[in-house]
């Protein structure tokens, strides 16, 4: 039997390279840079990462904001026309999901470990957000898969009603969380400053926002929620509270509208939206809208125009977006008091709140004009036109209207709420490309379709059709 003989220079040689890597890898650790990520960076970074995708240009200056007709394009219309960039639908996509459900699924790892309740509730809740963006926008999503990347490189899709449902839960979650934690806190915190309370606000409201989204495909459901909420105290934001909003700073920490402004500026205010606020005489009419720069009315700009005809009418002869929503400064709300309102009222009206439903309309249309300085004898002129005054056979129409004024700063939530109620009747863009249609989703980005093919397919069956025009779960009518 042939014995296999290693000389004892080999042995000692493997023994000395062994040693010399082991104390090369720990030469080459940083010691000033953590194995563990600490909690408050991993929140501030995610509150502001996620904030600035929720502004930025790919979901809402190139989609959403033009789907709602709150802005148009004056030049490079072709997103006006509903022609997006593929880049714009890939970008919203991995924001949120590389940057938002990652961190936030790190964020609540984390606190576990490190047995810090208030982080756990905030990434909760966070999360939450970022999961009802993505679904109200594009409909069926990878939910309960996602975000666990060591276990599912190619999550499933789940159905828009599971996605609704499982948010509810987790939300519903979050609460119980502070609840049971009175003395939990969290720093890093830019939204609602490190007030548990508001965060507890936050999470109720957005359980209130989902139960209506899926009112009218299960009352039940959302009535339950409604029930549960009033369980708990009917705990919202209330009127002096601070808003779920980030409040950007100058330059690097800028608005992305602010940013975007800084190079170029391709948008003006949609002629729809000025049709409206004249048509109810509405005082927010300056603060929406800029006067041209050459002088004369305000004139607001046709959404879907082709180039040429977009050039004619030129920068300085229409008008643009009030600067309270386009300086570096301007505040980004996420969620706000007087949406509180004009959910609660409507869920007054469907018998899913206890409250009067006309009362909740006047004070959410106040407490939208109180936002920006309105207060007396203009909010009471403009309540008391007939136009506005409340009528519980045309609540859709009224809320709706009324709302989508109100939504003008949060297109993505604008774009929804118009999706679900209706309202206001817009009309397709100029030169659309959809046969007189306007979007109702997001197309899912190209990416999915190579990397994730078979629960891609899988949800176009459920769902249908992969196009701007096919209507997501809630969208009934």
């Known amino acids: 039997m042939k014995k296999w003989l290693i000389p004892f220079y080999i042995l000692v040689a493997a023994v000395i390279f062994t040693g010399c890597r082991k104390e090369l890898d720990r030469i080459n650790i940083n010691p000033n840079e953590p194995t563990v990520p600490e909690p408050e960076y991993l929140l501030a970074n995610g509150i502001k990462s996620n904030v600035d995708t929720y502004w930025g240009s790919d979901a809402t200056m190139e989609t959403s904001l033009l789907y709602v007709q709150y802005w148009a394009k004056i030049q490079y219309p072709d997103p006006d026309r509903y022609i997006p960039a593929s880049t714009n639908i890939q970008n919203v996509w991995n924001n949120f999901y590389a940057q938002g459900i ?7 790892q984390l606190s576990d470990s490190l047995k810090q309740p208030g982080y756990k509730a905030t990434g909760i809740i966070m999360r939450s957000w970022i999961f009802q963006v993505l679904t109200d926008l594009y409909g069926d999503i990878p ?8 276990t599912y490189l190619t999550p499933k899709y789940d159905s828009q009603k599971v996605v609704y449902n499982g948010l509810l839960a987790e939300l519903k979650e979050a609460v119980a969380i502070i609840d ?3 003395t939990a806190s969290v720093a890093g915190d830019s939204l609602l400053l490190g007030n548990m309370q508001g965060w507890k606000k936050f999470a109720n409201g957005l359980r209130s926002r989902i139960a209506l989204r899926i009112a009218d495909r299960d009352a039940i459901t959302a009535k339950k929620v409604f029930d549960e909420l009033a369980a708990e105290g009917n705990i919202f934001f209330k009127e002096g509270d601070r808003d779920a909003r980030l409040n950007y700073l100058t330059s690097p920490s800028q608005n992305p509208v602010g940013k ?17 606020l004249q048509a109810y005489n509405d005082p927010r009419l300056p603060v929406y809208a800029a006067k041209p720069a050459d002088g004369g009315p305000y004139l607001g700009v046709t959404n879907g125009l082709t180039a040429d005809s977009a050039s004619r009418l030129g920068f300085s002869k229409t008008s643009d977006v009030g600067s309270v929503f386009t300086v570096s400064q301007a505040p980004a709300p996420l969620f706000t008091y007087p949406e509180q309102l004009f959910i609660l009222a409507e869920a007054a009206q469907r018998g899913l709140y206890n409250g009067d439903a006309g009362e909740l309309y006047k004070a959410a249309i106040r407490a939208s004009f109180k936002q920006y300085g309105i207060t007396g004898n203009p ?5 008391n036109q007939g136009s506005v005054k409340y009528d519980p056979a045309n609540y859709k129409k009224l809320i709706g209207e009324q709302k989508w004024l109100a939504l003008f700063s949060e297109g993505i939530e604008a774009f929804t709420e118009w999706r679900r109620l209706d309202y206001p009747q817009l009309k397709p863009a100029y ?18 379709q190579a990397l994730n093919g078979v629960n891609y397919k899988a949800a176009v069956a459920r769902q249908g059709a992969d196009l701007l025009t096919t209507k997501v779960w809630f969208d009934v009518y």
Do not use: M
């Open 431 to 448: 030169t659309g490309v959809l046969s007189g249609k306007i979007p109702v989703r997001f197309t899912y980005p190209s990416s999915e």
């Open 260 to 276: 975007n402004r800084e190079t170029r500026n391709d948008y003006r205010i949609s002629k729809t939206v000025i049709d409206y």
């Open 143 to 150: 939910y309960t898969q996602a975000g666990k990347i060591e």
């Open 379 to 383: 909010v009471d002129d403009y309540l």
């Open 180 to 182: 049971t934690n009175p």
């Open 102 to 108: 990652t961190d936030f699924t790190t964020l609540i």
